[in-house]
């Protein structure tokens, strides 16, 4: 039968290259976002957020950069290696502490 | 430190019987939440809660779906009676509200497969 669901788009990289993901959220209210990693068979693994006071964050090869005005928000990986294989989710803090999440891109590591 | 603790990790059940899942949250955390993940429809929140006391269940599917949270350190999501398209993946998370950070950390999930 067919098969139905959500396409998720996937960026492929080769190794040593660096990977960007984007993603757009939807309310210009939300004022904390967060970035996870989903491996396959495991639960959504943090990887580092942002406040909506700040325009970038940098942790240990990655980097998120928030575009307010355009409602934007992007992950770079620099050096992708191969364990960095699997779905990003972007998620963003609509009120209290009630996170939406996007749909995923998935990122494929090319050796 | 432990992570969230999720229990079965697997389980596979007839139409029509209730399933109990269960939750442990990080030691510390005071927000708990339940959420479930399907190819169709992504990652959705169902229910979650603040200090056991439950704040936003708008994304509970229907009433055969419950929660309850009796203690800081324990929570469960039933479904009664359940029915194949509640065959999904079930995520636990919890978070520590302070002024620096509401990061929800996830538990291994439950995959849930009703026949």
């Known amino acids: 039968g067919e098969s139905v669901g959500l396409h998720l788009p996937t960026l492929s990289v080769q190794e040593g290259d660096n990977s960007i993901i984007n993603c757009a959220y939807s309310?210009?209210?939300?004022?904390?976002f967060i970035w996870y990693k989903q491996e396959s068979g495991k639960g959504p693994q943090f990887i580092i957020d942002?406040?909506?006071?700040?325009d970038k964050r940098q942790g240990q090869r990655v980097t998120v950069l928030l575009n307010k005005t355009v409602k934007h928000l992007s992950l770079q990986i620099a050096a992708t290696q191969p364990g960095d294989s699997a779905v990003y989710f972007c998620?963003?803090?609509?009120?209290?502490?009630?996170?939406?999440f996007g749909a995923g891109t998935i990122l494929r590591v090319k050796s | 430190d432990a992570g969230v603790i999720q229990s079965p990790r697997h389980e596979v059940t007839e139409m029509g019987q209730e399933v109990t899942l269960r939750c442990k949250p990080i030691?510390?955390?005071?927000?708990l939440f339940w959420y479930r993940q399907t190819m169709m429809r992504g990652l959705e929140l169902l229910i979650y809660?603040?200090?056991?006391?439950?704040?936003?269940d708008s994304g509970m599917p229907e009433d055969r779906f419950s929660a309850k949270m009796p203690n800081a350190s324990f929570s469960t999501l039933k479904i009664q009676p359940s029915e194949p398209r509640d065959s999904a993946v079930y995520f636990c998370?919890?978070?520590?509200?302070?002024?620096?950070?509401?990061?929800?950390?996830f538990g291994p999930g439950t995959r849930l497969t009703v026949l």
């Open positions: 998370a919890s978070s520590r509200r302070d002024s620096s950070t509401d990061t929800q950390y």
């Open positions: 309310n210009s209210a939300s004022d904390y």
């Open positions: 942002i406040r909506s006071n700040m």
């Open positions: 998620a963003e803090n609509i009120y209290g502490n009630k996170l939406v």
């Open positions: 030691s510390g955390h005071n927000s």
């Open positions: 809660f603040n200090n056991n006391v439950p704040i936003d």
